[in-house]
């Protein structure tokens, strides 16, 4: 152990005395370094996606889809936006202030660590990595063991907390999906290929932004039931257990979480398809449950899995006021036409994102922010978001010597109070006329 403490602080020597040469602020050091993370994902892609496979059951179309090719994504995005990123931006300064200019430049915060969760291995430590590096920092990467809890965070901010540093933190929740009444078969078939992916065909739903569960009108329900059947067999097969397009869940302790919540008697007499499980092979057979109790662990915790309750109402707007009495979600997801229930979910409810008519969407564009809100966690990252997050934007002022106010300085009297007041109010006239001794002070 003494070892390992050792070569970490020589390690984090190594980082201090990278960062404090100064050589991280330059674009072109930041430009290779990137370039040189695109070039150990293509050269590596194939050991990438049988690590997944093996970790996680994942196919490797799905791991390019969620990992891989967001990362290349993000990081040819990150190369084209770098140089004006690192510009900075003019501020506006009230007319009393000239001569003067201000800038906001961005600078590097200096060593940064990176705590990734491990359903998305790659593309979550990757990901915040990508903003780091072209934002001129120097990091270190901690890979997971396990995914992150919101215990877990307050332990992180506590200790944060002890030195001031500045901390963010994805955590993830309940994210739920409204489905309203659909009644075209086009619009039913492509809501529910996107609903099923979100939640089964996306790490098996061991992902934060993952649908949780369901609210539908009790008139709804039963059709939606049908439906949701139908795409699942359509995707993974009458025996999703021998299809290699569904990944397995993590390891056996998690494997016995998500037992233990279909377990409860009043919640395993609630499923109306699936339920099948096999802890030999870690696979949980896609599972609909119709309303659970809504104080059973599988409502009050997040899930992570492939199990989906069904929870239903007397009508859809009744979905507005189950979501805000509940910790706030990081994202929301509706399928409706209707144009008023949009405003009043957006209006009503508090989320990092809400998304109408499909699912998990939000996360691929660069140009969104994904991040928390509330207990689903704090700070914003993706794209320039993430250079952000990475960066302190500071102030630079530069002021001429031609003109000054004398004014500004003691000793006071009540004619300066009054081109106080006029200069906080932006009343310039007023200013003039009082220097002019044409307006009483």
Known sequence: ???????????????????????????????????????????????????????????????????????????????????KWMSGKKADLPLAAFPTSAHLVPEPLGVVLIISPWNFPFGLALEALVGAIAAGNVVVLKPSELAPASNVARNVMTAAAKNLT????????????????????????????????????????????????????????????????????????????????????????????????????????????????????????PTLLVDPPVKSRIMTEEIFGPLLPIITLEKIEDSIEFISSRPRPLAIYAFTKNEGFKKKLSSGTT????????????????????????????????????????????VVVRRSFIVDFWFRYPPWNQHKMHLFRSAYRYDYLGILLIILGLKKS
């Open 166 to 285: 500045p901390v963010a933190l994805e955590l993830g929740g309940k994210c739920p999906a409204v489905v309203d009444y659909l009644s075209s078969s086009w619009d039913q078939k492509i809501a529910l290929r996107r609903m099923v992916s979100a939640k089964f065909g996306t790490c098996a739903g061991q992902a934060c932004i993952a649908i949780d569960y369901i609210l539908v009108e009790k008139d709804f329900a039963s059709t939606l039931v049908e439906l949701l059947k139908a795409s699942i067999r359509s995707m993974f097969g009458e025996n999703p257990r021998e299809s290699n397009t569904i990944a397995r869940i993590i390891n056996k302790s998690h494997f016995s979480r998500l037992r233990n919540l279909l377990s409860e008697p009043e919640v395993e007499a609630t499923v109306v398809h699936g339920g099948s499980l096999d802890e030999d092979s870690l696979f949980i057979e």
């Open 351 to 394: 989320s990092s994102s809400i998304v109408f008519n499909d699912a998990i969407i939000q996360y691929v564009a660069d140009s969104l922010p994904f991040g928390g809100v509330g207990e689903s966690g704090f700070g914003r990252y993706h794209g320039k978001f993430s250079f952000d997050l990475f960066s302190h934007e500071k």
């Open 1 to 83: 152990m003494e070892g390992h403490i050792y070569n970490l602080d020589i390690e984090m020597g190594v980082l201090r005395h990278t960062f404090n040469s100064g050589k991280t602020k330059d674009v072109s050091w930041r430009k290779t370094q990137l370039k040189n993370l695109l070039s150990l994902l293509a050269e590596n892609e194939a050991e990438i996606y049988s690590a997944l496979t093996q970790d996680l059951g994942k196919h490797p179309v799905e791991s390019f889809r969620d990992e891989v090719g967001p990362l290349m994504k993000s990081v040819n995005y990150a190369l084209d936006g770098l140089k």
